[in-house]
């Protein structure tokens, strides 16, 4: 047998004892979903995906909402039928064939006001809903500032609104991320689980990016993200800052998940989103493929990766956990860093993996050998990624043999090693 389909084949067959336990529906988890109505934003996203996923495979959910906007010319209606026949959801189908009946769009966007749901789909949601997961967010570490106050900030305070405004909310989960208070303060030392520092208030960012044009922030990030890598972790302390204050009243909870892989397990080995590919994700499979020579990286560093599938279990959990200790008086906005910790592994055994098993496990496509180099010198990582990628692209450009598309592919995979040269080269 093919090493990959018995590997798959493994932790396919592992997962029997906990399908057979599910089957009986039971489990406190179980009870608290049953016939509970959801709404969900990002559920057209690589988590949310595998949380909607899991919810109906496992659940008796009365009714799942999806805020969708319209894309490329698809309505709402046709991007959430494109989603229900993706193969993720083939596990359910098994199990629940009419589950897609249970699911509806609701038009908006999370840029917008009100999240931009029209006002009879609000009164809809506020009389209907449960649990709200609000998931949604711009991931990309280049965004600009007023693009990631309106998103990932403004989008945030808008859910609240609404979870404020649910008659019947048992709970209210914010997906954050693990890097929110991972600043040049803290190499070498380890983020608690609580609530850090904000570096503006939120009402203030939002104000400055419902006034300033996006020239004038740019010229004022500099100042403003100073200590955070990046603008998305930055929009994530202040949207943190924004449920412990804003949802103080409510019953919420924070998810903080490290760098999310492709699934462990559940509901199929190593899935992965194609939405993901050009993120951490894609430096793996640029590895596996080959593509991938040189990596930026401090050997000794940990690097913080956990499966999508424990993410998204931590995150069922997390709503269940925080409406029970809701009941008993609890009013503290608990969270939750979905890591791994207590199985850590360091980016010089991640390398030896690759190399030791790169015969075993190698791609009939991968196009060169499976050796990555780690380097921590810039100017050294430079230097090799053009021998290593861009001359070889070029001159396979110029030769007519491959399209374009490598040195598209090569340039975002430089562009995503850049990007996360603070965690791999940092101990946080």
């Known amino acids: 047998m093919d090493p990959i389909v018995a590997l798959e084949q493994n932790a396919i067959d592992r997962q029997k004892p906990m399908i057979d336990s599910l089957a009986h529906g039971d489990s406190d988890v179980q009870a608290f979903y049953r016939q509970k109505t959801i709404f969900v934003t990002g559920g057209t996203g690589f988590l949310g995906k595998l949380l909607i996923e899991k919810l109906f495979r496992t659940c008796d959910l009365k009714r799942v909402y999806l805020l969708i906007r319209s894309k490329m010319n698809c309505s709402p209606v046709e991007r959430l039928s494109d989603i229900t026949n993706d193969s993720i959801f083939d596990s359910v189908r098994r199990v629940n064939p009419s ?89 070498g030392k380890t983020v608690s689980e609580e609530f850090g520092s904000c570096p503006i208030t939120p009402d203030a960012f939002i104000h400055i990016a419902e006034t300033y044009n996006t020239e004038q922030l740019n010229n004022i990030a500099p100042t403003l993200v100073k200590g955070w890598p990046n603008t998305y972790t930055f929009s994530k302390a202040i949207s943190e800052e924004l449920v412990r204050t804003m949802g103080a009243d409510l019953p919420a909870c924070v998810v903080r998940p490290a760098i999310v892989t492709p699934t462990y397990t559940e509901p199929v080995p190593g899935w992965l989103d194609k939405s993901t590919i050009y993120g951490s994700n894609g430096v793996a499979l640029g590895i596996l493929m080959g593509v991938l020579q040189v990596i930026q990286c401090d050997i000794k560093c940990r690097i913080e990766l956990v499966p999508a599938d424990m993410t998204t279990n931590a995150t069922i959990v997390a709503a269940s956990t925080t409406a029970a200790k809701r009941t008993t008086g609890y009013l503290q906005t608990d969270i939750y860093t979905v890591t791994s910790t207590r199985n850590p592994i360091k980016w010089r055994q991640a390398i030896s993996i690759f190399a030791e098993q790169r015969f075993k496990f190698a791609s009939p496509k991968t196009t060169w050998f499976i050796n990555p180099i780690p380097i921590k010198n810039s100017v050294m990582f430079t230097l090799l990624f053009w021998l290593f990628h861009y001359i070889p692209g070029y001159i396979f450009d110029g030769l007519n043999i491959i399209t374009d598309s490598l040195n598209c592919t090569l340039k975002r995979i430089n562009f995503c090693l850049c990007c996360n040269i603070f965690v791999s080269t940092n101990g946080i």
């Open 99 to 187: 589950f897609a009946n249970n699911i509806t769009a609701i038009e908006g966007d999370v840029c917008e006001l009100n999240l931009g749901i029209s006002d009879a789909n609000w009164h809809r949601l506020a009389e209907e809903v449960d649990i709200l997961f609000h998931i949604a967010a711009n991931v990309r570490f280049d965004t600009s500032l007023k693009d990631v106050a309106l998103s990932n900030v403004r989008g945030t305070r808008e859910a609240l609104t609404l979870g404020k405004a649910c008659r019947n909310l048992k709970s209210f989960v914010f997906l954050s991320t693990a890097f929110s208070q991972a600043t040049c303060d803290v190499i």
